[in-house]
């Protein structure tokens, strides 16, 4: 059931080793075929130099597991949710990548400074707050994903646009159209994360960056009249 796309979510968590985004077990990837309704998922607590794609597990949007020996990751329940809310995401990433989560821990969105974060996110990246305890004692990962549904909602703001998120004394989910890409944000996102540490580092009173020159770089690369890179 759903090979290739078996084989197509253990390349993009392999992807998380080689773009030094995760240590050991943490962080995975998953992606939904819209169709058939089922998500395809990293297995939880399987070192990436021994998965395979046959150890991939398929859940349905139940969190009922479809197909899979093995248990799917812990995060499964915060990966429906979004799921569930964002129609338009079709792969999801969760890591604890150094930068990203320090802002995390830290509390604190990450401001739009410069070019690069615009090529990528329409604006501040945001960091939803901490779970409560009744929330932590309660379904938590689901709570997780309700969590920072509730902060997109709340700041109207589209996954797909700022396709990345943090979440109060935990880490970093990525959104994108498929697995493959919410790898590719989370990756950026990160990068991102450590050019903001570091500009504060040299500036601490630096102020965010134009909103024209955001608007220039997000919609010369995604807007209706986009114009970088090749036709295709």
Same mark, same amino acid.
């Given at each position: 059931?759903?090979?290739?796309?078996?084989?197509?979510?253990?390349?993009?968590?392999?992807?998380?080793?080689? @773009?030094?985004?995760?240590?050991?077990?943490?962080?995975?990837?998953?992606?939904?075929?819209?169709?058939?309704?089922?998500?395809?998922?990293?297995?939880?607590?399987?070192?990436?130099?021994?998965?395979?794609?046959?150890?991939?597990?398929?859940?349905?949007?139940?969190?009922?597991?479809?197909?899979?020996?093995?248990?799917?990751?812990?995060?499964?329940?915060?990966?429906?949710?979004?799921?569930?809310?964002?129609?338009?995401?079709?792969?999801?990433?969760?890591?604890?990548?150094?930068?990203?989560?320090?802002?995390?821990?830290?509390?604190?969105?990450?401001?739009?400074?410069?070019?690069?974060?615009?090529?990528?996110?329409?604006?501040?990246?945001?960091?939803?707050?901490?779970?409560?305890?009744?929330?932590?004692?309660?379904?938590?990962?689901?709570?997780?994903?309700?969590?920072?549904?509730?902060?997109?909602?709340?700041?109207?703001?589209?996954?797909?646009?700022?396709?990345?998120?943090?979440?109060?004394?935990?880490?970093?989910?990525?959104?994108?159209?498929?697995?493959?890409?919410?790898?590719?944000?989370?990756?950026?996102?990160?990068?991102?994360?450590?050019?903001?540490?570091?500009?504060?580092?040299?500036?601490?009173?630096?102020?965010?960056?134009?909103?024209?020159?955001?608007?220039?770089?997000?919609?010369?690369?995604?807007?209706? @009249?986009?114009?970088?890179?090749?036709?295709?």
């Amino acid at each position: 059931m759903l090979e290739e796309l078996k084989q197509k979510v253990l390349r993009a968590n392999l992807q998380l080793v080689k @773009n030094k985004l995760v240590l050991f077990t943490w962080g995975n990837v998953s992606e939904i075929d819209r169709e058939t309704k089922l998500i395809v998922i990293k297995p939880s607590g399987v070192s990436y130099d021994e998965m395979k794609a046959e150890d991939m597990v398929v859940v349905d949007l139940n969190g009922k597991v479809v197909e899979g020996d093995l248990r799917p990751s812990s995060d499964t329940p915060t990966h429906i949710e979004f799921y569930k809310a964002f129609p338009n995401v079709g792969g999801v990433t969760h890591t604890h990548s150094t930068f990203a989560t320090a802002w995390a821990q830290a509390g604190r969105d990450i401001p739009f400074y410069g070019t690069t974060h615009a090529d990528y996110f329409y604006g501040d990246i945001p960091c939803a707050r901490s779970l409560t305890q009744e929330e932590i004692e309660g379904e938590y990962e689901k709570n997780t994903g309700l969590v920072i549904i509730d902060r997109f909602k709340k700041g109207k703001i589209d996954p797909m646009e700022v396709p990345g998120v943090l979440i109060k004394s935990h880490g970093v989910f990525a959104f994108g159209k498929d697995g493959d890409n919410s790898v590719y944000n989370a990756t950026v996102l990160e990068e991102v994360a450590k050019m903001a540490f570091l500009t504060e580092q040299i500036n601490p009173d630096v102020p965010r960056a134009d909103k024209f020159m955001m608007e220039k770089h997000y919609q010369r690369k995604h807007g209706k @009249n986009a114009y970088y890179g090749q036709k295709k």
